[in-house]
């Protein structure tokens, strides 16, 4: 079965930056799509950050505003999420969901964010 795991998360000052991981297995990874997500608070909406595309095109949502980028290497099945210039604002748990064309969505459980002085 498909299975995404994230990982990297952790604590990090305003400002600062963190690199998250989303490793996909159980399936052909460069045929799917990547889309980050993340959720600020418990019971708020899932909201998109980003998304590499199978060709690595790569799309962002305005807030991100050049912070961000999405990478993928294909050849470790992982997806990338280099995050700088963090802001409070940023705290969140991180999800990735691999899209298959046929096989359809898969998610992983997700990482913490903690951005804090």
């Known amino acids: 079965q498909v299975q995404v795991v994230e990982s990297g998360g952790g604590l990090v000052q305003p400002g600062g930056s963190l690199r998250l991981s989303c490793v996909v297995s159980?399936?052909?990874?460069?045929?799917?799509?990547i889309d980050w997500y993340r959720r600020q608070a418990p019971g708020k909406q899932l909201e998109l950050v980003g998304?590499?595309?199978?060709?690595?095109?790569?799309i962002y949502e305005d807030y991100v505003n050049g912070r961000f980028t999405i990478s993928r290497d294909n050849a470790r099945n992982t997806a990338y999420l280099q995050m700088n210039n963090l802001k409070v604002q940023d705290t969140a748990v991180y999800h990735c969901?691999?899209?298959?064309?046929?096989?359809?969505?898969?998610w992983g459980q997700g990482t913490q964010v903690t951005v804090s002085s």
């Open positions: 969901n691999a899209r298959h064309p046929h096989e359809g969505d898969f």
């Open positions: 998304f590499i595309s199978r060709t690595g095109a790569t």
């Open positions: 159980g399936t052909v990874f460069s045929d799917n799509q």
